[in-house]
């Protein structure tokens, strides 16, 4: 089992930065990929960034490119989502999420979530 609570979330005027961080605790932490994901009010959950195990390969969803940097620690089972020039359409739910593939992006392809960290973009 891997249990993930992530943080950072909160209110920002648009073109402002967040830092989300997602701890780990439970197995090895660098035998997981991890992903971050988000959800807004009425919308379906979807793939923001990925970073693989070890190797640092990262992958991102169009919408965010240029603007989010997802990292990892492995001595801290630390991931982070560095989140840059936020915009209104940006206000969601961010969820933190591991998964033993390499670098997955769909959501069937993670075997654990966390509770979620609300992000809120004014315009």
């Known amino acids: 089992q891997v249990q993930l609570v992530e943080s950072g979330g909160g209110l920002v005027q648009a073109g402002g930065s967040l830092r989300l961080s997602c701890a780990a605790s439970?197995?090895?932490?660098?035998?997981?990929?991890m992903g971050w994901f988000r959800q807004a009010p009425g919308k379906e959950r979807e793939f923001v960034a990925v970073i693989s195990r070890t190797v640092n390969i990262k992958a991102y969803a169009d919408s965010v490119k240029g603007r989010f940097t997802i990292s990892r620690d492995n001595a801290k089972n630390t991931v982070y989502l560095q989140m840059n020039s936020l915009r209104s359409e940006d206000t969601a739910v961010y969820y933190c999420?591991?998964?033993?593939?390499?670098?997955?992006?769909?959501?069937?392809?993670?075997?654990?979530w966390g509770q979620g960290t609300q992000v809120t973009v004014s315009s």
């Open positions: 999420a591991a998964s033993s593939r390499v670098v997955p992006t769909l959501k069937r392809e993670y075997d654990y």
């Open positions: 439970g197995r090895t932490f660098s035998s997981y990929a």
